[in-house]
Each structure stands twice: as C-alpha cells, then as structure tokens.
C-alpha cells in the first residue's frame, strides 16, 4: 500500500474542491476503498474523509413523502430504518442482504453506488484489463461465470450495487454535488455503460460526492419485492438479483411496473419489455413466466454463464409474485 | 521389566479379553468403562478466553526489538527462464537492510519466490520489491490438467513427460469380476483444487544471537522445522529453538521450514536484526500448499444382490509442480471387493505445488467411489445404505450405520417422495475410515511446584483441535487433582521430543506420554507423601486433590500441603509413549449422512442437515472432539459447494485469491450438525486415545454429493457442486 494521507473538509464546499484536486479519492467506510489500496489498484496521495462532515449520516422524512438519505448513511442503518422499512421493503431488503453484518455497519450508500465492480481479472494487481487502461478484457476468453449476460462489452463486469437496482425501482435521485454546484439526476442516470468507457462505472465528475439519495413515495398501492440468488448464503455476491415494485387495482391489473435486475450487467439493467408485458393485465403466474422470460430475452451470455439467465428469470418471477401478492404454486 | 495385564477391548456388543505385555513403569491403561473424573467431561479450552480477548500470543503477534518486516518477490509469470535478479536498486532503498535473490534458472508457477527484502516497515520492504529487476524470459505453460495430459502440451519440467508412471494397485481379476455383475457403471469424476484456508497464513518470526537461531512459526511441527533450519544453516538441531504457542490451523500444509521461514532466517542472518515475514492471504493461495485435482474414471460392478464383483480406477491428480495426487487408498479400503485394479498417475501443471491436506487422496476418493456406488445401487434398485451393508467389511461401522440410520431417519426420509416445487430434498450417506491411532515418538514432562500447582510440558502444538486441553485433562486425570491446577505448556523445541501434527496423531501419540509422566510424577510425589502419612507408597491414592491412605480414607493430606514439601523448588518427572501394544484394531470406521435442499430453478444447494457417526476411543474431551467433526463437516461442505483454485488461463494467474473470491462456507452455510461417538477399546496405548480429525472429514463431500444426485434424480460428477453443474444436470434427465 502506497502511503497517503487522510484529510477532513471543514465542509462540503471543502470537501469537493479537494476532492477535485487530482489523485484524490473520497473516503466514507473505506470497505472497498482501503481494499483497493491494499491491493494498490488505487493509490490516491488524499483521502478526503466524508466523514470529518456533519448531518450525512441520516434519513430525513421531507414533505411531500420524499425520503431523503444521507450518503453515509450505513446499509444496517437502511435496512432497519422504519420508514425504509415500512414504504421501500424492497430498498431495506437490499441493503440486508448484502455482505456480512461487519460490512453493513460499515458500508455506506454513497459508498455502496460508487464502489468498483469485482470482476477478478480488474482485481488482481498483475492484470491491466481493458479497465484499469489496458489493451484487452480478460473475461472475453477467460474465466466468466460471474459476469455479464447483458449489456457487456467492451467490458463484462457486472454491477456490484445492491442497493442500485432498488433505488432506481423507487425512481430515486441523486443529488451530486460538486465544485460547480449541485445537480439532480435519476439513479438510472449514474451508472454508465462500458460502451461509453470502459474505465469507469458512473458519471461522477472530478470533485462530485453524492451529497443525497432522494426517493419518492411510492404510487398509492404498490408493493415491492427484492429477490438475490447466491451461491452462498453467508459473505456472498449474488448471481443474480430482481426487484419488482408493482401497484394492482382492484381487478388485479398490474397499473405500476417496475423491473429492474442487478448483478446481470455491467449497470444496474432494467427490463421495460417485463414491465411493458405487465401493465395493464392481469398478473398470475403465467402472466409473470411471460414478463421474466422479456426481461432475459436478449441475453448473451459468455462461454461460462449461460446458467445466470435462468437463475435471473426465476428471480424475476419470483420478485414479480411476491411484489403482486401471489403464490408461487409448486412447479 | 514387563508385566502383562488383560484388557477388555473392542465395542459395545463385541467385547472379549486380551492379555497384552506392557512394560514395569507404564501406568495400567484405562480400560473399557473406565470411571473418570476430568476425562470425559465437555471441557471448555484452557486457552478459548485468551483467544476470544486476542491476547493469545499467535507468530503474527510477536514483536522483537529493533524487529525488521520481510517480503517476497513472486513471479508473476507460471513459466520463465531467469535470466538475471538485481537487487541494487533496491537494496539502497532508504529503510531496507537486507535482500536476497532467490531464484534459479527457471520458475514453473506464477508465484514462485524470486528474491526477498527486509526492511523496517513492511510497506518499504514492499516498495522495495517493485525496485527489483528480474529479466524472466516466459516459456509456454499449461495450468489445467486435461491439457497438460495432451502429447503437445508444454513440458513443466524440461528433464521429463508431465504425466507420470502409473501407481497400480492389483487385487483379483478385473475381467472376471464385470463378466459376473448384474450391473455396472462407469463413469468419471472429477474434484477441482482445495487450498487450506488457514486462518494464520504462513510465516515466522527469525531471530539470531551469534550462531544461535530462535524461530517462531506457525508450524504445526516444530522439530520439523528445526532441523530443516539446522540442516540449511548447517547448524547443530540445539543452536535452533522454534517456538509455536498458539497456531491458527495449518491442515497439512505447515510442515517443515518452508521457503518462507528459510527466507526470513537469511534474511535476519544478513541484516544482523530480527525479522518477521508473514505472507498474505494471496500468497497463502499460491504457494504455500494444496489438495491436489483429480480425475477418476470408475467403472464399478456387483451382483444382482449388490455384492461389489468388481472396481476399476484410472485417475490422473495433478499437485501443480508437486506430487501426492493419488486418491485411490478409499477405493481399496472402505468396501469389500474381490477383484480391482486401480491405476494412479501424476500429472503436472504450472501451479504451486501440493502438500498434504486432512486425509490426503481420501475426500476425492470418497467422493468419486461414494457417487458411483449410489448409482449402481439405483440400477440394482437397492437401497443405498443397504448395498454399503452388504459390502461393508467392519463390524463397527455396521453399527454406526444402524445408530445413523435411526438418528438421522434414514428409512423414512430416503423413501420420501419428492416434493413438486421447486426446493427438492434429498439425503445421501457415506462410509469414512482412517487409522488415528498415533505413534510412538513423544515425550514428556511433569512438573509440580512447591505452591501445588502442575505443569505438563511437551513439544507438540496446537493446530486448534485443543491439544492444549486434552493434555492437561490427561494429566489431571491421573494425578488426581482438579484441571485447574494444571498448566499445559507446548509449542516450544525445548521441551521434550513430541511429533509434528497431523495424521490424526496428536492425541493418540501424546496422551499416553503425558499420562505416562505424570503417572511417574505420581509414583515420586506419593513416595513423598509415605513418611507424613504413615503409610506404604503403594497404599496411597489422590484424587480430588486429596492424598488419602485407600484402606483409611480419613489419614489424608491435601495435594497443596504435599507439594510444600518438595525439597528445593520443583518435582519433575518424564514419560514416553509406548510403542504399540497391538490390540483390537489399527482401523477406524465410520459413516456420514447428509440432507440437502437443491433449488431446481437456480441450481443453487443448500446442506440443511449432518449426522455423523465415529468410532472414538477415550474421548478425553467431548467438547473439541465434537469441535472436530463439526469442522471436519463444514471443510466438506465447502470442497462440495463452493471451493475451487480458478487459474486463469491466458496469464497462468491464480484468479481467486482471496477470502472473498475463494468461497467458503459461513455461517449459513452451515448444517446443523449432529455427532455420535462409537466408544471403541483398541488396547493400543495407556489411553487407548484415537484420533479424529481426518476420519471425521473423508466422507463429508461424498455424502453430499449423494444427496444432491438424490434430489434432482441425477448425479453431478464434478466437484464443486455449484448452480451451473447442477442446472446442467437436471437440464439433462
Ligand atoms: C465481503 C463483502 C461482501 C460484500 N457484498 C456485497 C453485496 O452483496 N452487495 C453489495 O451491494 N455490496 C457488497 N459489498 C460491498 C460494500 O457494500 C461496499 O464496499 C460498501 O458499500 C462501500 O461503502 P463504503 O462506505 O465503505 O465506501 P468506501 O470504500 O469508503 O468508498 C467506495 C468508493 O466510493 C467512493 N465514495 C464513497 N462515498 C462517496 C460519496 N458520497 N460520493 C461519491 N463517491 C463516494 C469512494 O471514493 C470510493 O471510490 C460487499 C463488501 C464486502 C467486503
Ligand atoms: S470485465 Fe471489465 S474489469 Fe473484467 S477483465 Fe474485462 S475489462 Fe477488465
């Protein structure tokens, strides 16, 4: 580990001025950013400590029935927030099925949003893969049976975020503050694909924290699911992840459709095609056989992970009945 | 000198006598329903409270004045000539004291040791190696088995084929034996690459005062590594001291000074300052050991009423650039079978060699015989437990399958019906056998002290299985005084003589020692005691910590009050194990059942449930002899679920080399866990201790296995059981 040191802003105009200096690198729970040094595949000469600021770490109920969560709010914390829990089950499940109780209490939201992804090839410090500025991706033709089936190329990482595929079911923003001031975009709009560059993962400009996750009340009615398959059930990734928020009227006709999935692709991958198939009928189980299998339809999977797209469609079902309210009857 | 003494040996229901000779000053072994009064009582470990709080001193918490940090340069590439090492640069680094080269002409794995530094912190030792120089020139490579078995596959080493003559075991005639079967299968298996885990990596802390070396290493064989350390430095074994007072696991793979001990050593010898050289868990992954493929090609037969006709085994192990890969023994020792023939053949990769890991060849093995028996069964239409009946050559096991079979539910629960959704249940069992019966080789020593207390010293160590415990249990017990008046004190080459730990020895061959010092410790103190209390030495007994005359339990003495009556400080006394006796059986049995829950719309498998059966001898202390079937259980739920060394193969790189990557169970993966113990009098040592960490481990992955082909109708033949194998294998019905 190359030596740095550890700064704290007196505020948060501080913070994102130092943080725009180069070879900077914003420090919250530092879970995944001490690893990346430890493995010196980061080697900032700052660490500009979130932390150092006051009022980050809270949920706040703002009129209008938006929630509005601090960045450094932790995933327990999220998890057992009472009105996390009582309107975005499916947000307070993500945030209690990722990693380990040790990690929870460390890890925080903006942190969980801005990690780096997992593939082994970029973790390993004797590999320069196309993401950390090499020629070629490692996964193409090596071992991938964790990555992509979707959206991959040039790189196949799959998004490590548990929390973003919910945040962006909730039609969540964030407020991202920098040098220049603040703006607001929708979760959706963070991750970026490799397509556009492979080296990185979201739109965070030099200098720009997430200062906010803003999310929405949720339509009258509906109902949320999270769903995570994982090879192991203590200290694992998942393989694949769905959330399903949906509101049904009285006729059982699905109104509100949200699909998104998680650990499938190199961003966050919603399935408008499910939610298309959804609306406006009548949900049961066929009916969510049917908007499982659109929303792994077009996938292309590597030499080793063609079993992630039925394990994806079974969590896609499975979110979609839960969310709705119905059984799952035996297959 | 000898006398000969009769013993009830053998098991419940299939007791008889035997007269054996022991010799005049080895104390009367316990015997069959021995009365206890430490022995046999769930024991907490001495030493759990000074773990759980970290003050256990452990090699990474030793810290030397003036202490130096050590690192070693890997190469990054699994094969390349050396053409040259300059250390120059590095060597001036400010903060480095010391650096060695330490490659040869070629490396054949990506990490393979190259040079090594010594620094005062460990991040400049580390700088320091990126300051290193190597000119490596890469050769062609091969990192998975299967390719390097092709005719033009790269050579690993230049001098030889990478395939090896075949081992041959013959019994009978093969031909005959499938022309006689009602059934056969054959089919082929295969288990991927296990790395031990401990949870302390490799490493030691080396000091020098003049020509005298102190080491403290995680080793789980301190004599071991003395006398490697003697023989490099060309040192007498007395001028080297190793000390390991607290070792987190090493599973076979710390025996011996390894590269890294020898490094550190050097390093300390150049820098004329201590040095501490731990490796990180990277490192661990690489090189320091592990349990090697395999690939087994099985073709098995019985007659119509499941009685085996005949076995035939071709396998192909790889252990990197190492050897040991051979998983047969189980094949030739669990079931009866007139005629077989297995064929073992070492194949060598680029990857770090193999060393021995809890019950080398036996869980592969297992696994590969376990699954083709169950399908053979299916094709007989036999009950599986019933045709391990028929086939089982140990009376012991035949009991622990009926005392299994009723614990675990067998009869119901193999004939349930599968459930229509999608978590399908299965159960599968599993036959395990070792041989703990230790060997001859330790010593020991028992002190008592003026203020009462007790001290048994004996070089063995700890490898987390409660050595500590058991032995000063061991010595309580037939002292007669209570436990906590005894201090074990291991782990250190100046005591006494004891063997390195593994092969399920450390009880079996350490007990009888210690029993055997402090019976003698006894036999001085009492001699003591005679003139205060009147009495003949013979006519004296302690117990409760109470010298008592036995015919007049009232003229007594406290132990504390006899003890103040050493003269000078300390009373000591030494004791060795015995050789053998001989006696009921050199074998152990044993058998493992396993209830699974497989997700047939994810693959995804999920162990719900154990019941283990062994065959114990004295078990000195329940608690960590359960300890030791629950952790030999959850190894197995890891080689069958989860673990598996990924090398990647563009680059030859290990891709998995981390805690994180390299999955092993946790605490949800954990089954409930149930454990019988058969109470087996062997009439072997003074104790008649068997040990039980390698037979409690060989049939955990085999059972699995089984219960997983059980729930989804098919078998997975290849370990790990992971979602896409399994998928794979119900796509196929
Ligand atoms: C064993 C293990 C298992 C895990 N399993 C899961 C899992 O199943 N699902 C899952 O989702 N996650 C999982 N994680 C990841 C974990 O949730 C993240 O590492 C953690 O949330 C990161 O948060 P942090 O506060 O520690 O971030 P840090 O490590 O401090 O920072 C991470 C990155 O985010 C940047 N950053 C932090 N805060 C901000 C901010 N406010 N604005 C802009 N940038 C910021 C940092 O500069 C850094 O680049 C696991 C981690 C471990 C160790
Ligand atoms: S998937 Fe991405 S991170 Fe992984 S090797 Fe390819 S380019 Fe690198």
Redo the contacts with the bound molecule.
Sequence with gaps: MKQFAVVAPADLASATRMLAEPNR???????????MLKQELAAPAELVN?KALGGLDRIESVPGGVLRIG?LVT?NQLAAAPAVRERHPALADSAAQ???PQ?RN???V???L???PRCWYFRNPDIVCLKKGGTKCYAVAGLNRYHAILGGGPSFIVH????APALIACDASLALNGPDGERKIAVGDFFTSPKVDPRRENV?KPGE??AAIEVPAPPTGARSAYLEAREKQS?D??LAAAVAILALNRAGEVVHARIVMGAVAPIPWRAPSAEKILLGAKLDRALADRAAEAALAGAAPLAHNAYKIPIARAMVRRAILRAGGVADEPA | MARRVTLRLGFEGGLRDVVVTIPDDEPAPWQWGEKFSVVGVDTPRLDGPLKAAGRAPYTYDIQLPGMLHGAILRSPYPHARIRSVDLGVARRLDGVRAALDRSGAAVRFAGQEVAAVAAVTLEIARDALRLVKVDYAPMPFVTAMEDAMRPDAPAVFESGANVGAPHINEIGNVAAGFETAAASVDAVYTTPVQTHVSLETHGAVASWNGDELTVWCSTQGIFGVRDDLAVHFSLPPENVRVITAYLGGGFGSKFGAGHEVIIAAELARMARAPVKLMLSRAEEHVATGNRPCSQQHVRIGAARDGALTAIELEQHGSGGIGGGSGSAVPYLALYRCPNLRTRERNVYINAGPASPMRAPGWPQGCFALELAIDELARKLNLDRLEMRRRNNPSPVRALEYDIGARAFGWDQRARAPKARGPIRRGVGVASAAWHGIGASGPQAQCVAFRDGRVAVRIGTQDVGTGTRTIIAMVAAEELGVPLQSVTAEIGDTRYLFSLPSGGSMTAPSTTPAVRQAAAHLKGKLLRLAAPALGAAPEDLVISDGVVRVRAEPDRAIEFADLCRRIPGDSLAADGEHVPNYGGYSTAQAGCQFAGVEVDIETGIVRVTDFVAVHDAGVIVDPLTARSQVNGGIIMGVGFALFEDRLIDPQTGLMVNPTM?DYKLPGVLDTPEIRAYFVEVANGITNTGVLGMGEAVHVAATAAIGCAVADAIGAPVRDLPLTPDRVLAAIGGV
């Design positions: 690198s914003a420090l919250a729970g530092g879970v995944d950013l001490l690893d979130l960045p995933l990722a990693a380990t990690v460390l890890a925080t903006g942190g969980n801005a990690q780096r490590p975020s548990n929390l965070l924290i997430i200290f990734w998942p | 994180d």
